[in-house]
């Protein structure tokens, strides 16, 4: 049988530490947000050079604040009520 350790390690990492809500809200929100608004702009004809490549770099700011507003303030305190053997809710 195939051991599924890497997936359980790599999901623990992302579900556990900042750098991995970093990295998969970050990664998350660029992979569905650059594509939905550079064809939008591009639909509504104000695509431009300038406008696309502010949009490629802001869309990762977005999806790095929502992973560190994730981590102090959602699950940070699930965690610590985990290890202090609190209930959930």
């Known amino acids: 049988m195939k051991s599924n350790s890497g997936k359980d390690e790599s ?3 992302l579900a556990t530490t900042l750098h991995g ?3 998969l809200y970050g990664g ?3 992979i569905v947000m650059i594509p ?6 591009y639909m509504e004809g104000t695509l ?11 869309c990762p700011l977005f ?5 560190v507003f994730m981590w102090f303030f959602v699950m940070k305190p699930l965690l ?8 959930y809710f």
């Open 11 to 13: 999901y623990r990492w």
């Open 21 to 23: 809500h970093i990295v």
């Open 28 to 30: 998350g929100w660029s």
């Open 36 to 41: 939905t608004f550079l064809i939008m702009n």
């Open 48 to 58: 431009t050079l300038k406008w696309a490549l502010f949009i490629i770099l802001t």
């Open 63 to 67: 999806g790095i604040l929502g992973g």
């Open 80 to 87: 610590r009520r985990r290890t202090e053997g609190k209930d």
